[in-house]
């Protein structure tokens, strides 16, 4: 016995984004000049991004920095020749915690797959003009430590099991 849908069923228009945004892998399209138009819910909650801070070729910054190259080059090269075009990439994330330590006081981590540093980077990266980013100025970490600090906090960096490295701050809780 086969079950065969009514006409009814078989009239209704197919919501593709529903369909998309219910598979579990990370899944976007593209137009014809390369811009990537469409990125479905999964990529969306993983990257933790919205689809305005992804749209057209500003997807790269949510890709892992070694990776970006080689995929815009592929992504080129199938724009020109209309050639398939499937690729695997590490995707960056982002991830925020907050809870009270053991000390009572207010821990923030924030956690990045971005790139690593070595060692000797991590050490300095709170250092005022020291920068691993190209155009970056060294200040931003170097602010952030005086402003924890003068708060009664402190501010230093881990590394990750898996790629990246987290940043982590501890402040006094609130008192009334």
């Known amino acids: 016995m086969h079950a065969m849908a009514s006409p009814e069923c078989r009239s209704e228009p197919i919501n593709f984004h529903f369909l998309i945004d219910s598979i579990p892998a990370l899944i976007h399209t593209g137009l014809p000049n390369g811009d990537l138009d469409y990125f479905n819910q999964t990529w969306l909650n993983y990257a933790g991004l919205?689809?305005?801070?992804?749209?057209?070729?500003?997807?790269?910054?949510?890709?892992?920095?070694?990776?970006?190259?080689?995929?815009?080059?592929?992504?080129?090269?199938?724009?020109?020749?209309?050639?398939?075009?499937?690729?695997?990439?590490?995707?960056?994330?982002?991830?925020?915690?907050?809870?009270?330590?053991?000390?009572?006081?207010?821990?923030?981590t924030v956690q990045d797959t971005g790139i690593d540093l070595d060692p000797q980077s991590m050490e300095r990266m709170f250092d005022a003009f020291y920068t691993t980013k190209h155009g970056g100025m060294g200040m931003g970490l170097s602010i952030n430590r005086s402003i924890i600090q003068n708060h009664g906090g402190k501010l230093w960096a881990v590394a990750n099991d898996g790629p990246g490295l987290s940043v982590q701050f501890t402040i006094p809780k609130y008192q009334h």
């Open 50 to 108: 919205s689809l305005a801070d992804l749209q057209g070729w500003k997807w790269t910054a949510a890709i892992h920095p070694e990776d970006v190259a080689a995929i815009v080059e592929r992504w080129r090269a199938c724009i020109t020749t209309g050639k398939p075009f499937e690729h695997e990439a590490r995707v960056r994330r982002l991830v925020i915690r907050t809870r009270t330590d053991d000390a009572g006081q207010v821990r923030v």
